[in-house]
Every structure is written in C-alpha cells, then in structure tokens.
C-alpha cells in the first residue's frame, strides 16, 4: 500500500500538534513542504520533528493562482510515494480549513493511493483559547468566513471568526460596529510575534497576513472594544 496524510500542525506553536499528527510525521519517509515565495512558517513549526526525513518542498505562492500547480504536486507526490512508503503534507491550522491541501487532496484522488487527513488545532479556535472567550455558548450560531463578511449571515450570528482579514480590515470593523459586535484582532496567535489588538486605529495599522479577528455579540470578560 502507497499511504498519503494531510496533517494539521496547528497555529503556531510546535506543542499544538496532536499526538497522531506527530506520530505520522515521525513515520513518514516524506515530508512534503508548502511554501510561498521560498518561505514556509508549516515547515519552521514542525523542523525538530522531521529531522532525517526526506524533505520535498513545493511552491504555492500566497496571492497568486496555484490551481495547475495542485495538480502538478499531486503528479509529484504520486510518483514519489512508492509501494510500502509513506508521505505526509504539513498544513497550518487544519488541513480542512481553508486550505491549499484541500485542492491537493482531491487532485489525489484521480490516483491509486491512501489518503488520510489529520486533523489540527485551528487559528480561530487557538485564539478564542488565547482570549479566554467562547466560540459558541448554548444556543449560539457561530460564523466563519474569508477576506469577506455578509450583512446578512451577521445578522443571524452570535459570534464570527473572519480569517484573512488583511486586506479588508477597515470594511470588516464597520460592518461589525454597526452590528453591535465586540471585536477583538489576534495576530500570529500562539507564535512568538502573537499580538492581540483591540483599538479600531491600532488594528487598522497593524499589517500581517496571519491575522483574523474574532468578534462576539456578548463577551464573557470585558477586554473587548464595543
Ligand atoms: C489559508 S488560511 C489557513 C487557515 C488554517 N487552515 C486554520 O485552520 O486556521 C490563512 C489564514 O488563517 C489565519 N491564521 C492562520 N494561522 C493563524 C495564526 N496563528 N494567528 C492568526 N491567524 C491565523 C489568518 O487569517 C490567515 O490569513
């Protein structure tokens, strides 16, 4: 048998990875690296547990169209898994979270070999844990999103996690603000850069694309901006 897993590593912090996470990398002959513009911050995360390993980097530059190269790293990955092996592709967060291995996953399938996924800790639920605050209480209707946030959805949430706010800072605030939503940003959460932001000017200014921010109608401690 071939065996493939897409593993979750986590947020950030190399002790945020499951046991069966570290267990599959540890039995992996491969180890299969995404990276953007020769950077991976998966790959730093992970360095002290896949050390001997056979490495195999493969570029996904943030930002741009990768939608070929899923398909190339899935031909890439097929050919280098021989009978008896097994290879694993690290992800941040949680590989099924909005995340380039979902596309590289199902460019997998088209092949004869094992795939599996291994679960991670995701940004959004490290950084409710870094705050102290509730993703969801009873009764509650959570909202995750990308890049964008819908009026409408809002209005039926009780807490929302946008991920990928960099770009769209500014709108994301209003539109909460005139919710009536208390939001608070965290930035790199877990990693050694973590920051958490609750000043509209302050988060506005602050500019990194490992970022979200996290909101709720009501908060159980009273850190939150209103
Ligand atoms: C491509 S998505 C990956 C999501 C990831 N799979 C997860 O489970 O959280 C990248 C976005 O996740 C968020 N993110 C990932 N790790 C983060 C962290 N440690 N702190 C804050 N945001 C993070 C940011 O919003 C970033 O723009």
Redesign the pocket.
Known sequence: MREFYGV?IG??DKELITLKGYNTLRNSDYIFIPKSKGESLAGSIVSDYIEGKNIIEIEFPMGESNSDRYAEAAVLINETIKEGQIGAFI?????M????YIYLMIELFKFDIKVETIP?I???N??AACLNEPITLKGDNFYLC?GQIDDDILKKASSVCI????KNKENIINILEENGFKYVY??????KDEKVLYDKDEILNDND????IFARKETVNNLFST
């Open positions: 979750g947020p950030g992800t941040l967060g949680d590989p979270t909005y995340s380039t991670g995701t940004s959004f490290a950084a990308d991920l990928k706010v960099n965290v930035r790199r959460c877990t990693q694309y490992m970022s979200l």
